[in-house]
Antibody, heavy 118, light 107 residues
Framework: QVQLVQSGPEVKKPGASVKVSCKAS????????FSWVRQAPGQGLEWLGW????????SYAQKFQGRVTMTTDKSTNTAYMELRSLRSDDTAVYYC???????????WGKGTTVIVSS | DIQMTQSPSSLSASVGDRVTITCRAS??????LNWYMQKPGTAPKLLIY???SLQSGVPSRFSGSRSGTDFTLTITSLQPEDFATYYC?????????FGQGTKVDIK
């Protein structure tokens, strides 16, 4: 079945970087893209950006431009999201999701908790 | 950025009730409007895409509609498993944006 398995929880110090992985199975990733969404504790959903698994094209929310990089590895069917210069307000659950035609997100990973604390 | 405003922010309902949640976009988003359901501690789940297309496996009691920049999610007969938070989301313009969520709990 189609699923996305994300890497485990992370604890980082302010100023550090985090790289979250998202391994896809059950489908051919080049037919889709990946989108990344985060949710701070008790808050709503916030979109970080997307990457086409076929072309490698990316679209990042301006808020994260310069701090985020999304990549894919077709050989391992894995997507990655790196966020740099972490701050305490980056503490959140980070979700990857399968993106369909740059329109919607139909399959989601279970989320990766990232805690930024000194 | 396109602002998505949901109403109400929360509601209490009983099993069997008809529930309507509204999402208003600050500008046109065409048909690029999706609805998700999220239960505590779990990932969001896609319910409706493209305003009114039902995602595979989602019960037919869920439906979506549009009037201009106003979008509606309707649950015709609320079931116990439907108590959750619902989010609308637009993919018309970057950044994609979500509504603030509507929490549906048990009356």
């Amino acid at each position: 079945q189609v699923q996305l398995v994300q890497s485990g929880p992370e604890v980082k110090k302010p100023g550090a970087s985090v790289k979250v992985s998202c391994k896809a199975s059950g489908y051919t990733i080049t037919g889709y893209g990946f989108s990344w969404v985060r949710q701070a504790p008790g808050q709503g959903l916030e979109w970080l950006g997307w990457i086409s698994a076929y072309t490698g094209d990316t679209s990042y929310a301006q808020k994260f431009q310069g701090r985020v990089t999304m990549t894919t590895d077709k050989s391992t069917n894995t997507a990655y999201m790196e966020l740099r210069s972490l701050r305490s307000d980056d503490t959140a659950v980070y979700y990857c999701a399968r993106m369909v035609i740059q329109d919607y997100m139909d399959v989601w990973g279970k989320g990766t908790t990232v805690i930024v604390s000194s | 950025d396109i602002q998505m405003t949901q109403s109400p922010s929360s509601l209490s309902a009983s099993v069997g009730d008809r529930v309507t949640i509204t999402c208003r976009a600050s500008q046109s988003v065409g048909t690029y409007l999706n609805w998700y359901m999220q239960k505590p501690g779990t990932a969001p789940k896609l319910l409706i895409y493209g305003v009114s297309s039902l995602q595979s496996g989602v019960p037919s009691r869920f439906s979506g509609s549009r009037s201009g920049t106003d979008f509606t999610l309707t649950i015709t007969s609320l079931q116990p498993e439907d108590f959750a938070t619902y989010y609308c989301q637009q993919s018309y313009g970057s950044p994609w944006t979500f509504g603030q969520g509507t929490k549906v709990d048990i009356k």
